[in-house]
């Protein structure tokens, strides 16, 4: 079967760092992707892994352990404008993607 | 036009009735996908096109048709909408189906079938 877990909900203070973890259980693996969503928006890129190891891209990096079937995405120096839901999908054996529920990420000052 | 377009942004229908969610894009991509959110749940594939002139089943195609006469338009048609199809429409495409190729997404369309 095809799974991907993720927590439904966390909460961080305004400036620090933040990590949201998502493993996976997916029939072929092309790769894993999250996206942001800010409430009531379409969901947006942020990074793309299919290779083990972190990806930086700016205040955002991504990891992925494909052995473990389990990746993270690293928030820093945290800003009101990162409340939103991040959402972590897998590319299948058809390049289809799956996708878990979402973290919904609050932001306190 | 710049990226891609949903219509309408929200619609109230009876059940019943036939409803086409409009999508469009200007980014001459191949591929082209239709979701439903839902809350609790991830987006779920309904339909996909990877190139003009084809489409596949997703994962909950059920109660749902699309079309891809061409290669900006890709509309999602409900026969005849029941409650259970109420939920959030995000239309998306990419320049393919391949591994690394990001998706954009339209702004949705929230559809409430009563």
């Known amino acids: 079967g095809q799974n991907i877990d993720q927590p439904t909900e966390m909460t961080a203070t305004e400036g620090a760092i933040v990590q949201i973890n998502c493993t996976y259980q997916?029939?072929?693996?092309?790769?894993l992707f999250w996206y942001q969503q800010h409430a009531g928006e379409a969901p947006t890129f942020l990074s793309y892994?299919?290779l083990d190891g972190l990806e930086e891209k700016g205040r955002f990096s991504s990891f992925l352990s494909r052995s473990k079937g389990y990746s993270y995405l690293l928030l820093k120096e945290l800003q009101m404008k990162d409340s939103a839901s991040y959402l972590c999908?897998?590319?299948?054996?058809?390049?289809?993607?799956?996708w878990g529920a979402g973290t919904k990420l609050i932001i306190k000052p | 036009i710049a990226g891609i377009t949903q219509a309408p942004t929200s619609q109230i229908l009876a059940a019943g009735r036939r409803m086409t969610l409009r999508c469009t894009q200007d980014?001459?991509?191949?591929?082209m996908y239709w979701y439903r959110q839902d809350l609790g749940l991830g987006l779920r594939l309904i339909h996909y096109?990877?190139?003009?002139?084809?489409?596949g089943k997703g994962e909950v195609p059920d109660g749902y048709s699309v079309s891809r006469a061409n290669t900006d338009d890709f509309p999602l048609t409900l026969a005849s909408a029941v409650p259970s199809q109420t939920s959030v429409y995000f239309c998306?495409?990419?320049?393919?189906?391949?591994?690394?190729?990001?998706?954009?997404f339209g702004p949705g369309t929230r559809l409430t079938v009563l």
């Open positions: 998306a495409s990419s320049d393919s189906m391949g591994s690394s190729n990001e998706q954009f």
């Open positions: 980014m001459r991509h191949n591929a």
């Open positions: 096109s990877n190139t003009a002139g084809t489409t």
């Open positions: 997916t029939s072929g693996f092309n790769g």
């Open positions: 892994n299919v």
């Open positions: 999908a897998t590319s299948d054996s058809n390049y289809q993607l799956i």
